[in-house]
Nanobody
Framework: QLQLVESGGGLVQPGGSLRLSCVAS????????IGWFRQAPGKEREGVSC??????????TDFASAEGRFKISRDNAKNTVYLQVTSLRPEDTGVYSC???????????????????WGQGTQVTISS
């Protein structure tokens, strides 16, 4: 069974950058659509971005697209998906999780109800 483990979180000063990693084990990530989600303290989890199985298509939720600070990518050879976040702000604080699903389409959707496999998340704290 597919298992996902996130890493790369931590305490970062405002204005800094992070690259989060989502590493798969148990089976290959090839063909799986991968999404990144985040949950701020006291708030519901929200989607950030997703990437298609081959990596050729990406999708960002409205806020992520509007801000242009998020970039998703994948390296299937390393069984890893990344989320790069720049110009970090205190409101980016939260638990960032990756998730996976598989279907026959080319596009992905960054909405959690589609996803079958979830990692435990990595804590990101933005503070000076």
């Amino acid at each position: 069974q597919l298992q996902l483990v996130e890493s790369g979180g931590g305490l970062v000063q405002p204005g800094g950058s992070l690259r989060l990693s989502c590493v798969a084990s148990g089976e290959s990530l090839n063909g799986y659509k991968i999404g990144w989600f985040r949950q701020a303290p006291g708030k519901e989890r929200e989607g950030v971005s997703c990437i298609s199985g081959g990596g050729g298509r990406t999708s960002y939720t409205d806020f992520a697209s509007a801000e242009g600070r998020f970039k998703i990518s994948r390296d299937n050879a390393k069984n890893t998906v990344y989320l790069q976040v720049t110009s970090l702000r205190p409101e980016d604080t939260g638990v960032y999780s990756c998730a996976a699903y598989h279907d026959g389409g080319d596009d992905c959707v960054p909405f959690e109800q589609w996803y079958d496999y979830w990692g435990q998340g990595t804590q990101v704290t933005i503070s000076s």
